[in-house]
């Protein structure tokens, strides 16, 4: 199942790489997660207010959770369209020295999961079969010269190499499945402990270089390498049982599921963290500015943000997505590859997403900064006759920056559940990429079948609450340690 | 007090001005009626003599703000602008793509979308309320702890899954109810009704437990409880009788504001189990891109919007006699 990593370097070299408007927007996010991780440990005072969020062992865990997730979504986010294997003329010299690309642009993450992505079956297996939940006639040729054609649901394609062909008993199907799992289990555990033990030696040696260390956090070190075992026994085990079977089944067409999951991990994060990046500039200066200026700049602020949010939220994304969607409908000549259009798509829906849900951040700054201009440091800056710009640049803005980054939590997980919805109104993601919304939205048939399909809806909910979860716990436990309005018991 | 009320309905003119501004951009100014024409009709060879007749029959072939063949008031008022955005005020919503009278539609459909979402507010209000008095009750304790882990539990499920799963538990697997469909009269439609209210409640209960949760525990912490319990008030005398009665002022600004919305039902829930109401029609209206009846919704939506925001008003002079409107 692991490819051989020289060809991995090998592929990764002669293609074609092709950066998405999402991609950079995501790595750019997480360029920016690390300059602010940076400058927290760098600062005191900030040092000790995050101490207080992950001396919690479940925002501790919320973390490591959603960074596995986050690092999924990163190598899903390094895209490239592979070379094609030259023409070869009957002369045997190649037609042309030009190296021309596949049209279909593939990630990282798909080069690294390939097993899993090109082991199409005909159609839904359950997790970890080896026969195919439909039945089909099968021609059986009986001793006596006749043929009898009965109706079976036969062998997998792909899953199930391992057994003969024929039927399975169950002995032989429960001591490969054992077998499977103790050795994933003892994989991951292998690998955990080299990486950690890497790890806390490097960490040691950092003590002994400065015995009074800024890093020394027990509760988190103790409850990430808990964590994160404990992923890495998962993973293990996914890996080891995916050689053999497809974990959590596979689709309509007969795609590995888990492989749809784990692609749908970056659509969830591009919905969940790009809007912000539309919502806080506009939320920002808007709301500042309306509390600050106050006056006719205040009416006319709060008359765009009365008349945005008049319109219920629903109705104005839809409306936006469907206009867009006839805009792109209408002009198939701007993209080059399918998965550029779908990116397009994603984006312009963050984007709606980010201009629908402006509103409250800034409504929420308009009362902050109406009451911090009466402060008498901001009062006593006017008085210096330091300018209105810089006075919210300086004076304010960084008071209000607890707010902003408790809402921007906040959001992610209420956007990551309006990704499910929207997609399943028809006005979500583009149905040639993969998200929970689609995946949710092709499963409702499925439970109405004989017999149930119900992997898919399962897979898809267990990844979905897990992430939002997290991120739910996370939110609060950032919102307890940084929200100067919530009192700390 | 009515002053104060024509005053504000005087305010809500230039909103739903701007609201018909933004929707009028976004369906004509990003596609031009020529677009949605060749959508409408197919992509594929269509002739500019379809185009031009699709536009007529629908009054999309004027110009979009100023018309400047016609004369004096006319240059106005015989504008696409006019003609299907401000027509929204005198209640003429137009018809459909098939044809239909939608304001018409929208009067019939009104009643199966408060069959589901009145009893769904009014239960549901009364069991957050309860549920998080009960949390505030036995606040500190392993009740209460398990309580707001439940409920963000609860809110990170998303509502689709509880549908799916109702449906699929008590509907096909234990056949208590039937799967989806609808009676024209909602005193016979219970069991119609029974699934997609439970669901609705399920779905929503996370988040406002836990949210007047907090308001509670927050006019717990304030003096006046301190005096009741000093003379001697018993716990639940507190909670009910004092601490109920105040944080009922800020529970108000986010459920009153509801309140008119109610008539505009369910996108989910409604399309999920075949409820003929509003919510499905504009799921519906989406699925067929049909312009004109997005366009009605979003109108509706936002009138009965700022309805909701004059009421929070009132109902703050109700609850809170401090409060006088001017």
């Known amino acids: 199942?692991?490819?051989?990593?020289?060809?991995?370097?090998?592929?990764?070299?002669?293609?074609?790489?092709?950066?998405?408007?999402?991609?950079?927007?995501?790595w750019l996010l997480f360029l920016g997660f690390v300059v602010g991780l940076v400058l927290i440990l760098r600062s005191p005072l900030q040092r000790d207010v995050w101490r207080n969020v992950f001396q919690q062992r479940l925002a501790v865990v919320s973390a490591v959770v959603l960074a596995v997730a986050a690092s999924f979504?990163?190598?899903?986010?390094?895209?490239?369209?592979?070379?094609?294997?030259?023409?070869?003329?009957?002369?045997?010299?190649?037609?042309?020295?030009?190296?021309?690309?596949?049209?279909?642009?593939?990630?990282?993450?798909?080069l690294l999961l390939s097993g899993l992505r090109d082991s199409y079956e005909k159609t839904y297996s359950a997790p970890l079969a080896v026969n195919l939940s439909a039945l089909e006639p099968v021609t059986i040729a009986l001793p006596d010269g006749n043929v009898e054609v009965r109706r079976e649901a036969p062998r997998l394609k792909v899953a199930g190499q391992a057994?003969?062909?024929?039927?399975?008993?169950?002995?032989?199907?429960?001591?490969?499945?054992?077998?499977?799992?103790?050795v994933g289990a003892l994989g991951g555990l292998g690998a955990f402990a080299v990486l950690a033990f890497i790890g806390l030696a490097l960490h040691r040696w950092r003590r002994r270089a400065a015995p009074q260390s800024r890093y020394n956090h027990p509760v988190a070190r103790r409850w990430t390498l808990i964590t994160l075992s404990l992923i890495f026994i998962l993973a293990g085990v996914m890996a080891s049982l995916s050689d053999n079977f497809h974990v959590f089944g596979t689709d309509k067409v007969g795609q590995d599921v888990l492989y749809q999951v784990l692609k749908s991990l970056r659509t969830a994060l591009v919905i969940?963290?790009?809007?912000?990046?539309?919502?806080?500039?506009?939320?920002?200066?808007?709301?500042?500015?309306?509390?600050?200026?106050?006056?006719?700049?205040?009416?006319?602020?709060?008359?765009?943000?009365?008349?945005?949010?008049?319109?219920?939220?629903?109705?104005?994304?839809?409306?936006?997505?469907?206009?867009?969607?006839?805009?792109?409908?209408?002009?198939?000549?701007?993209?080059?590859?399918?998965?550029?259009?779908?990116?397009?798509?994603?984006?312009?829906?963050?984007?709606?997403?980010?201009?629908?849900?402006?509103?409250?951040?800034?409504?929420?700054l308009r009362g902050e900064s109406l009451k911090m201009r009466e402060y008498e440091y901001v009062q006593a800056a006017r008085a210096f006759g330091v300018s209105a710009g810089r006075?919210?640049?300086?004076?304010?803005l960084p008071n209000v920056f607890p707010i902003i980054l408790i809402t921007m939590v906040m959001e992610f997980s209420s956007l990551v559940l309006a990704e499910a919805v929207l997609s399943y109104i028809g006005i979500g993601v583009d149905p040639t990429m993969f998200s929970f919304g689609l995946m949710i939205n092709n499963a409702r048939m499925e439970l109405s079948r004989e017999p149930v399909v119900w992997w898919t809806l399962t897979a898809a909910f267990i990844f979905m609450v897990v992430l939002v979860l997290a991120a739910n716990i996370l939110a609060d436990a950032v919102r307890d340690a940084l929200d100067p309005r919530s009192e700390r018991p | 007090m009515l002053r104060y009320l024509l005053r504000r309905l005087f305010y809500a003119v230039p909103i739903l001005i701007g609201v018909n501004l933004i929707t009028f951009a976004l369906f004509f100014m990003v596609n031009s009626p020529d677009d949605?024409?060749?959508?409408?009709?197919?992509?594929?060879?269509?002739?500019?003599?379809?185009?031009?007749q699709w536009k007529a029959a629908r009054g999309y072939d004027k110009p979009l703000f100023i018309n400047e063949s016609a004369t004096a008031l006319q240059q106005v008022t015989d504008t696409i602008f006019f003609d299907k955005s401000m027509r929204l005020f005198a209640g003429e919503f137009g018809r459909s793509e098939d044809g239909r009278e939608i304001g018409q539609e929208i009067r019939q459909r009104m009643g199966p979308?408060?069959?589901?979402?009145?009893?769904?507010?009014?239960?549901?209000?009364?069991?957050?309320?309860?549920?998080?008095?009960?949390?505030?009750?036995?606040?500190?304790?392993w009740l209460d702890r398990t309580g707001v882990v439940l409920c963000v539990g609860l809110m990170s499920i998303s509502s689709l899954f509880f549908i799916i799963g109702g449906q699929f538990v008590f509907a096909r697997v234990l056949k208590l109810v039937p799967i989806s469909g609808y009676e024209s009269n909602p005193w016979t439609a219970w069991h119609f009704l029974v699934l997609p209210v439970a669901v609705s409640i399920v779905a929503g209960i996370g988040g406002s437990t836990r949210w007047y949760r907090t308001i509670f525990l927050e006019e717990i912490g304030r003096d006046y409880v301190r005096t009741a319990r000093a003379k001697g008030l018993s716990d639940a005398r507190v909670l009910f009788g004092h601490v109920l009665r105040n944080g009922l002022i800020p529970i108000l600004t986010g459920v009153v504001v509801v309140i008119p919305s109610l008539f505009l039902g369910s996108l989910l829930v409604e399309s999920f189990f075949g409820i003929p109401g509003l919510g499905s029609y504009t799921i519906d209206a989406i699925a067929a891109q049909d312009f004109a009846v997005v366009r009605a919704m979003v109108f509706l939506g936002s009138v009965l919007y700022l309805v909701g925001l004059i009421l929070t008003d009132l109902s703050y002079t109700w609850v809170d006699p401090r409060i006088r409107l001017k």
Not at chain 1, 76 to 101: C, N
């Open chain 1, 272 to 364: 969940g963290l790009v809007p912000t990046l539309v919502t806080l500039p506009i939320g920002v200066v808007l709301g500042l500015a309306a509390g600050y200026f106050r006056g006719k700049v205040d009416d006319a602020i709060q008359y765009v943000y009365t008349t945005v949010s008049a319109i219920p939220g629903v109705l104005l994304i839809v409306a936006a997505v469907l206009s867009i969607q006839v805009m792109l409908d209408n002009h198939p000549e701007w993209f080059a590859t399918a998965v550029e259009r779908g990116d397009v798509r994603l984006l312009s829906l963050c984007i709606i997403l980010g201009m629908t849900s402006w509103t409250g951040i800034a409504r929420l």
């Open chain 1, 73 to 110: 979504a990163l190598l899903d986010s390094i895209h490239f369209r592979q070379p094609l294997p030259a023409l070869i003329e009957d002369s045997g010299a190649p037609q042309s020295t030009e190296v021309r690309y596949a049209v279909e642009v593939n990630s990282v993450l798909d």
């Open chain 2, 36 to 52: 949605m024409a060749r959508m409408q009709l197919g992509v594929k060879r269509v002739t500019p003599e379809a185009i031009a």
């Open chain 1, 1 to 26: 199942m692991m490819m051989d990593p020289i060809d991995f370097f090998l592929i990764l070299r002669d293609s074609l790489w092709v950066c998405l408007v999402t991609d950079a927007l995501l």
């Open chain 1, 163 to 182: 057994f003969p062909p024929g039927p399975v008993s169950a002995s032989v199907y429960w001591i490969d499945v054992a077998k499977r799992l103790a």
């Open chain 1, 391 to 396: 006075i919210l640049l300086r004076h304010i």
């Open chain 2, 113 to 141: 979308s408060l069959a589901i979402a009145l009893p769904t507010f009014v239960i549901g209000l009364g069991l957050t309320i309860s549920l998080a008095l009960m949390l505030v009750l036995f606040r500190g304790t």
